[in-house]
């Protein structure tokens, strides 16, 4: 299963809304899909998993959505500290990631 | 604190071999099934191979089956990550990761380690 997002870089200010779009290749049976940030330099961070549940700790800003093909991560409302790239995942069979979209200033 | 902390990554000519560990704490380590994935310079993120709780199952991306053989000793809680045949295309950060529901569960990598860089030249 390949996965694509998009845009590939979403250029916002702090305090805009921002919506990231992975597409997946085929339909996923499940709504096995989570959604990492990276900062430069950093690990990824576990956002979203389960397509919709948000991990222990993250703000109620992000959320996410989806099912089949179309999966979507929505930041309500930006914070400096969330101008990061974002991946989307896939588990559900075997793993993959897509190609990641930048958000910045 | 779950962490999980990699070594032995390096500097290493075409060809070579490393072995690279990761040592897990703060959690309960035999529990988890434990992924390595990794990402080359200024690229997105590389699943590459995972391993079950008990070590029993070893899963591989297709593009470095064959080379690479995951294994774990929850014993002394690490996984570990066997690459042969090093080639320029594997020169990447490899970060191990931790499962985020006990035994069999599919789920998301809710813990990642810092990584540790190879480097193939």
């Known amino acids: 299963i390949f996965l694509t997002q998009s845009p590939d870089t979403l250029s916002l200010s702090p305090g805009e809304g921002a919506t990231l779009s992975c597409r997946a290749s085929?339909?996923?049976?499940?709504?096995?899909v989570a959604w990492y940030q990276q900062k430069r330099g950093q690990a990824p961070r576990l956002l979203i998993y389960a397509a919709s549940s948000r991990a222990p700790g993250i703000p109620d800003r992000f959320s996410g959505s989806g099912s089949g093909t179309d999966f979507k991560l929505t930041i309500s409302r930006l914070e400096p500290e969330d101008f990061a790239v974002y991946y989307c995942?896939?588990?559900?069979?075997?793993?993959?990631f897509g190609q990641g979209t930048k958000v910045e200033i | 604190e779950m962490q999980l902390l990699e070594s032995g990554g390096g500097l290493v000519q075409p060809g070579g071999s490393l072995r690279l560990s990761c040592a897990a704490s703060?959690?309960?380590?035999?529990?988890?099934?434990m992924s390595w994935v990794r990402q080359a310079p200024g690229k997105g993120l590389e699943w590459v191979s995972g391993i079950s709780d008990t070590g029993s199952g070893t899963y591989y991306a297709d593009s470095v089956k064959g080379r690479f053989t995951i294994s774990r000793d929850n014993s002394l809680s690490t996984v570990y990550l066997q690459i042969n045949g090093l080639a320029a295309g594997d020169t990447a950060v490899y970060y191990c990761?931790?499962?985020?529901?006990?035994?069999?569960?599919?789920?998301?990598?809710?813990?990642w380690g810092q990584g540790t860089k190879v480097t193939v030249s």
């Open positions: 703060g959690f309960s380590f035999k529990n988890h099934a």
């Open positions: 990761t931790k499962s985020r529901s006990p035994r069999g569960s599919v789920d998301a990598f809710d813990v």
């Open positions: 995942q896939q588990y559900g069979d075997s793993r993959t």
């Open positions: 085929r339909s996923l049976s499940t709504t096995y």
